[in-house]
């Protein structure tokens, strides 16, 4: 009967996206797709990375020094925030929770595409194995196995749905235990696998560099012949070529992004709750759903595009993933739009909860007393505009990615013709994000 | 490795026919972005509506629990509001019932600065929680009587009010 205030919990949503704005992206969505279909260049443009060479960045970069300083830092922060999970109390306030689902997940997007590829060499899963290498006096590439490349990052793929499991099903993921769990089956899936495969499994099988290496390619920095140089991002997209897996590591990203937005309609909520079927039965399914979708989606267009291949030695089965570059904006554009206020709301908690680790009244970094500045939640217009711009930014990204590909890849005369599906794709992709942002 | 690129038979655009689309597309992007917005400054917010099965005395200033009979009866969602309630308040019904919400994970549309009334009738002990800004509010309820509280929605955003025994949302107010 009394209001007693409860400590808060950052259950505090983005308010739904006005329709009007809906309307407005997804006509601009379609408007520029076809602008770019029928008036953009039929010749590639992008067959080279182009882009101004850095020498002599890259020699700064390339020094062990460097190296050594900036994966130690990285790891000092996740050495920080293991003491926390493994020996800190189960609270809110603890920092662990805003470090998984905020820094690590959410923050790995700005920072890989503004500093491009530099996860792969400041990940703290590397910097573990190199240690425990030197100390056992053997060479970090070499395992007891080989790793076939046909594994590609099919293991990421694994890990990714694993992840988003624990994002959005797992019961209790704001527990330590729950946590504690899925953090040492990481560790000792990535590390054994990495004494047992070599240093590739990691890249093969860390669902976080999976992530940060996806979206860096979109960065506009770019290694041509061990050369850094600063490119256009679109470019440096087209340079890539994905390895075996890197479907469903966009299926995964974008599926359950998707899936966080659908779970958030009242539709569903009253359907789970109402019904005697447990949630977490409703959400695994709902996730599998979202990502079969996704996957099936893209691939049958993919798939459709080689019948106007112009390289007879091309299968079906490879247009896929000749493609996937294409999706990458938008898995971009979507995670920017769903998590952007949770990364500053949540990310601010985390950095004043880090000096208190333990839960002991620490204020290591003198931020334990600062309080959480949540403006972004009182201009909802300006979090509307942001998710709007990245969703329909990252769709005409990836339309004219898609076109670059498609000179590539088709012949010249069906290059427009070729695109048609992946076009309709891509626009039913943006026009469910906007759907979702306004979350009936 | 991506296959040669042979020379296309079609003679590449100049440039100047991409900038006139895209300058063209951009002008469109603009007319509807504005449209977009205009329809989204107009006011939104309408008091829903309340089902009348909750007695009359639940007035807006009374926060003490008013022992009732009133029947867990399902919402009437075209009832009109009653005179006696004051025009900037909005009043949810919640019914826990057999493990069950109602209302289930439905939106409100609440204007910043509107009361928000809740009459809770729950036939176990429960909390009701309302995650709003700050600290959030948290309404403790008896098995059997019919509570009442209030809170005014002083921050703008989106909010999930739900019961704590089970973790299922009852309603999200969308606080403009």
């Known amino acids: ?42 010749r590639p443009r992008y067959a080279e990375a182009g882009g101004i060479a850095l020498p002599g960045l890259t020699r700064v970069l390339d020094q062990p020094v460097a190296r050594v300083v900036a994966s130690a830092a990285v790891f ?33 997007v700005p920072l890989s595409l503004v500093l491009g590829q530099f996860w792969r060499h400041t990940n703290p899963l590397r910097t573990l194995h190199r240690g425990l290498c030197l100390l056992a006096r053997t060479d970090p590439d070499q395992g007891l196995l080989r790793l076939p490349a ?38 000792v899936i990535l590390v054994l696998g990495a004494v047992v495969f070599g240093r590739r499994w990691i890249a093969s099988a860390d669902p976080f560099e999976a992530y940060a290496s996806t979206v860096a390619q979109l960065s506009p920095w770019r290694r041509v012949d061990g050369t850094l140089r600063l490119v256009n991002p679109l470019a440096g997209l087209n340079q890539w070529a994905p390895p075996p897996g890197s479907v469903a590591v966009v299926a995964v990203l974008l599926g359950s992004t998707a899936f966080d937005s659908f779970a958030n309609t009242s539709w569903w909520i009253r ?22 979708i996704v996957g099936v989606s893209f691939s049958l267009a993919a798939v459709w595009m080689h019948r106007h291949r112009s390289d007879d030695l091309l299968t079906p089965g490879d247009f896929p993933r000749l493609m996937v570059s294409s999706v990458v904006p938008i898995v971009i554009g979507y995670a920017v739009a769903h998590y952007t206020t949770l990364l500053i709301v949540e990310g601010q908690r985390t950095a004043i909860n880090f000096s208190d680790p333990l839960g ?58 070729g695109q048609w599906p992946m076009l309709v794709v891509m626009v039913f992709y943006t026009c469910s994000g906007l759907l979702l942002l306004f979350s009936p | 490795m991506s296959p040669p690129v042979r020379r296309s038979p079609i003679p590449a655009l100049p440039v100047r026919g ?54 867990s009866a399902s919402r009437s969602p075209s009832s009109s509001p009653e005179a006696s309630k004051p025009p900037d308040a909005v009043t949810i019904d919640i019914t826990i019932a057999d493990g069950k919400v109602t209302p ?44 009442t509280a209030e809170l005014v929605a002083t921050d703008v955003g989106s909010f999930e009010v739900e019961s704590h025994a089970d973790g299922k949302i009852i309603v999200i107010l969308n606080v403009r």
């Open chain 1, 1 to 42: 009967m009394t209001l007693v205030p409860l400590h808060g919990i950052g259950t505090r949503h983005d308010l739904p996206l006005p329709f009007g704005f809906v309307v407005a992206g997804a006509a601009a969505a379609l408007v520029i797709s076809f602008a770019v279909l029928f008036l953009a260049w039929r």
């Open chain 1, 76 to 108: 000092a922060v996740y050495a920080w925030a293991a003491m926390a999970l493994f020996l800190g109390r189960d609270r809110l306030t603890n920092p662990v929770f805003g470090f998984v689902y905020a820094w690590m997940w959410v923050g790995l």
């Open chain 1, 150 to 187: 046909r594994v590609g990052s099919w293991p990421a793929a694994i890990g990714l749905f694993a992840f988003g499991f624990l994002e959005l099903v797992q019961p209790d993921r704001t527990t330590l235990a729950v946590l504690r769990f899925w953090a040492v089956w990481w560790l």
């Open chain 1, 271 to 292: 359907t789970v709750q109402d019904s005697d079927v447990s949630s977490t039965v409703w959400a695994t399914a709902g996730l599998l759903a979202m990502i079969l």
């Open chain 1, 360 to 417: 002991l009244g620490w204020n290591v970094f003198g931020s334990a007393e600062m309080g959480v500045n949540a403006a972004i939640f009182t201009v909802p217009t300006l979090v509307a505009v942001i998710q709007l711009a990245a969703i329909v930014t990252g769709h005409v990204l990836g339309i004219v990615a898609a076109h670059e590909k498609s000179l590539a890849l088709l012949k010249p005369d069906a290059a427009l013709r």
């Open chain 2, 18 to 71: 991409l900038t006139r689309g895209l300058v063209a597309a951009g002008a469109v992007v603009l007319s509807l972005a504005v449209a977009g917005c205009t329809a989204a400054s107009e006011p939104v917010a309408v008091p829903s509506p309340s089902s009348t099965s909750a007695p009359p005395a639940a007035s807006p200033s009374a926060s003490s629990p008013s022992a009732s009979t009133s029947p």
């Open chain 2, 104 to 147: 289930s994970g439905e939106r409100v549309n609440v204007e910043k600065g509107q009361i928000v009334i809740f009459n809770v009738t729950s036939d176990v002990d429960d909390e009701i929680h309302a995650h709003t800004a700050g600290d959030g509010v948290e309404i403790e309820v008896k098995a059997g009587r019919t509570v």
